[in-house]
């Protein structure tokens, strides 16, 4: 890891696993816990995406200002910027990067999704391998043509948890 808190990681990779390519896709996760930024960096750059790490959302903001990202994985628990708090910073700012919020606590009054946040998914810890990957692809389909950007449920809608909060939402 670098001293200024980020963290580059990855490039291409020779093949995508299940052999979609992804043409390095390039990921900014945001989380103050090392340990889930060192496994997303693992886990992304495995599958052929190239992946920027930061610990907290006003080096995120930063970070956003200088570098092109395709995706980025926010963290809500984050103790400088919250995760919704970075993505109405960057929604003010007319920024459209696709966004997936990580959330373990998921309070219909917390999490405020209004329709111009345009948070493509939501991820719930504790999450797999394969909902990290599905979730990442879900969110980075839309890229490149922003007429195309669709609200929906995250995948794992279905849950108790989240048909709570997907009939809070009136989705």
């Known amino acids: 890891m670098r001293t200024n808190n980020l963290s580059?990681?990855?490039?291409?990779?020779?093949?995508?696993?299940?052999?979609?390519?992804?043409?390095?896709?390039h990921i900014l996760?945001?989380?103050?816990e090392?340990?889930?930024?060192?496994?997303?960096?693992?886990?992304?750059?495995?599958?052929?995406?190239?992946?920027?790490?930061?610990?907290?959302?006003?080096?995120a903001l930063q970070t956003l200002k200088t570098d092109r990202y395709d995706?980025?994985?926010v963290d809500q628990e984050l103790s400088t910027v919250t995760g919704l708090e970075?993505?109405?910073?960057?929604?003010?700012?007319?920024?459209t990067l696709p966004v997936?919020?990580?959330?373990?606590?998921?309070?219909?009054?917390?999490?405020d999704l209004n329709?111009?946040?345009?948070?493509?998914?939501?991820?719930?810890k504790p999450y797999t391998v394969a909902e990290l990957i599905r979730t990442v692809r879900h969110a980075l389909v839309p890229v490149g043509n922003a007429a195309n950007v669709q609200f929906a449920p995250p995948p794992n809608?279905?849950?108790?948890?989240?048909?709570?909060?997907?009939?809070a939402m009136k989705i």
């Open 29 to 32: 996760v945001v989380d103050e």
């Open 71 to 73: 995706l980025v994985i």
């Open 100 to 111: 997936i919020l990580v959330t373990g606590n998921i309070q219909a009054t917390k999490l």
């Open 34 to 59: 090392p340990d889930v930024r060192l496994l997303d960096i693992e886990v992304l750059t495995k599958s052929g995406y190239k992946v920027d790490t930061v610990a907290d959302g006003l080096f």
């Open 157 to 167: 809608w279905q849950s108790p948890v989240c048909s709570r909060w997907v009939s």
């Open 86 to 95: 970075l993505v109405r910073a960057l929604r003010s700012q007319k920024v």
């Open 115 to 124: 329709p111009w946040l345009m948070i493509q998914a939501v991820l719930f």
């Open 8 to 25: 580059r990681a990855g490039g291409p990779t020779k093949t995508a696993r299940h052999g979609q390519s992804n043409s390095a896709k």
